[in-house]
């Protein structure tokens, strides 16, 4: 059996390999078991189906295009092609999600929609879909992300969402999470959670998974098209780890595929700033999932941190924890400074002003140049436009422009 | 998932003692470490003075996404002094109770404590373990492994759990059973649920494990009214919050909610 038969086999349930799981509060065991039986109804049934393409076309935009990148690939010396999940209504890939789990709220005749949201993007996808449908929308978000991303915090409530900021903790996406995650415990009748990443308890990694795994789907069939063959590498960065995995789904069963990973190493792997869960932390349940976690050795999780408010969480999908542990994908890091530089790169070069999580996936490109033969693809996931992180970039970039 | 199935525990014996004498079970929460290490030796004391049956303390937890904000604090005051899984076992030895203590965890400062945790837990004179995050069926190896404890398991039921699942909770766990009065997280409320009568009753068919109702009461009159629904009461944050006032205001409420329940 190869690697890919391997994983495949493994991942079955609410499982993957080891990791996963539904480690929640007993209240929420009956609605997770709903979720999950509408998911599964849901996806079988072709009206929804019909429904949700017409959602992604007509109102996302999709599909998304799959750009050629003339003057980074020069710089790389690789022909890099770029997904453009920032060309997406919202500027990012997480509206993928919201509008299928919006879709599956309303099938399940829950007018009440919750969510959390770190750098924004998420809780903008989600206020968006709920306008479009006539949901109530509550987010909550850190308070010191709802100071880094203000413009987000307009927008959201522009679209008649509610704002709730979140003063526990560390005043980020994982209080901001709990906090959702309280909210649902106490409305579970008449509310659904929109959880934005691949995180959380069982069916919410698979779920979101299969919502974002259109953009592999889009990009294997367009590489395909246009190119000829598959990708040497696909390269995506992860801070739940969503976008990367709709960018490696449909790519986990093609073994000659590279699949890499780029988390945050903030101010440095050396230092306690940073947010690579899977290249520093250990396994531990966090937010109803057993998965790799920055913590110390009582089971406390770990601040994290990242210039990039998307990245700035201790946790990470389950998934990608058994892809990490199984061998068939590759997880990395790069730094905030570096961040910063794939921002300018990609800005100069391709006229794309990425999103600062984006960055970090744009960077290691740059750092592994001459890893790739001049005919070998690379495939980067833009997951997002960078619009939203001006000021931050501003801080830091406005001298060297 | 092992039935537990070992001779009568220091809970058990503690229900039947109930029993004999006709009176309904006080159960306390409090954070191992709040207000600080040595006035929460002193508040386990002078809760078992007070009239306490049983005493659960809680391992302080960084993301205690059970718990409402009185709760959430009091963790991080712990926290911020030192308290961890170990020094908690380590406040309980010196609280030296005579009450059964059940230790009120997260899963995850349980499983960073390694293999030989639980085992630690009795040495240090738990009785029992409540784990908020692990319901029943969610990791067989794990619930196994604190079944096979020699540990009472007690396990949570909800509003909304499915009276089926209600036998299933009760055959996997042992002690008592921990009903949650209402839909949300802990933290004081004005009154019960309205449909916890019915809930009660449902558990009742389901189980013969004795049945305490927590989440939420906060007062003498919230107790009594439970009380007697159930076998016995769960009171958390309102202690704690007396607690952040002074550990003798926290006594003086579980003595106010003995005397409430055995009016
Ligand atoms: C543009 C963009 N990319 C990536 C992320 C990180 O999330 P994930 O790892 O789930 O894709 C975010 C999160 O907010 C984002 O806004």
Known sequence: ?401 | MTPITSAPSAIDARFAALRDSGKRALVAYITAGHPDPAGSVALMRGLQEAGVDILEVGVPFSDPLADGPVIQHSSQVAIAQGVNLVRTLELITEAALDIPVVLFSYLNPVMAGGDAILTRAREAGVSGILVTDMPVGSDPVREAWFGASGLDFVRLVAPTTPTERMAEIGRHGGGFVYLISRLGVTGERDSLAADLPETVARLRSATTLPICIGFGISTPEQARAAAALGDGVVVGSALVRAADESVDKAIALARSLRDAMDA
């Open chain 1, 1 to 401: 059996m190869g690697t890919s038969d391997a994983v495949l086999a493994e991942r079955t349930g609410d499982r993957f390999g080891g990791f996963g799981g539904r480690y929640v509060p007993e209240t929420l065991v009956p609605a997770l078991d709903a979720l999950d039986a509408e998911f599964d109804a849901a996806m079988a049934d072709p009206t929804f189906r019909a429904e949700l393409d017409f959602m992604l076309r007509e109102y996302v935009g999709r599909p998304t295009a799959l750009s050629t990148a003339p003057r980074f690939s020069a710089l790389i010396g690789a022909p890099v092609w770029l997904k453009r999940e920032d060309l997406n209504h919202t500027g990012a890939h997480k509206i993928n999600n919201t509008v299928g789990q919006a879709m599956l709220a309303r099938r399940m005749g829950k007018r009440r929609i919750i969510a959390e949201t770190g750098a924004g993007q998420h809780g903008v996808a989600t206020a968006t879909i709920c306008a479009r449908f006539g949901l109530e929308c509550v987010v909550y978000m850190g308070e010191e992300d709802m100071r880094r991303q203000a413009l987000n915090v307009f927008r959201m409530k522009l679209m008649g969402a509610t704002v709730v900021p979140v003063t526990a903790g560390t005043r980020t996406l994982k209080d901001a999470t709990s906090e959702a995650i309280r909210d649902w415990v106490t409305n579970v009748n008449d509310s659904h959670y929109i959880i934005g990443s691949v995180v959380g308890p069982a069916p919410y990694p698979r779920m979101v998974r299969d919502f974002q795994r259109v953009i592999s789907r889009e990009a294997r069939a367009q590489m395909l098209e246009r190119t000829g063959r598959l990708p040497k590498t696909v390269v995506a960065c992860v801070g739940g780890g969503s976008n990367a995995m709709g960018a490696f789904a449909d790519f986990v069963q093609d073994t000659e595929v590279e699949l890499v990973g780029v988390e945050a190493a903030g101010e440095g792997l050396g230092t306690d700033r940073h947010s690579a869960s899977l290249s520093r932390g250990t396994p531990g349940v966090l937010h109803g999932a057993l998965s790799y976690l920055l913590q110390d050795e009582s089971g406390q999780v770990h601040p994290a941190h990242s210039i990039s408010a998307g990245l700035d969480y201790p946790g990470v999908g389950p998934e990608h924890a058994y892809l990490k542990d199984s061998g068939r994908a590759e997880y990395v890091s790069v730094t905030d400074e570096e961040a910063l530089e794939g921002v300018s790169v990609l800005s100069r070069l391709e006229g794309i002003i990425p999103a600062l999580e984006t960055a970090h996936a744009v960077a290691w490109i740059v750092r592994e140049k001459g890893r790739w033969a001049s005919d070998e693809p690379v495939l980067l996931c833009v997951s997002g436009r960078g619009d939203k992180d001006v000021t931050t970039m501003a801080e830091h970039l406005l001298p060297t422009v």
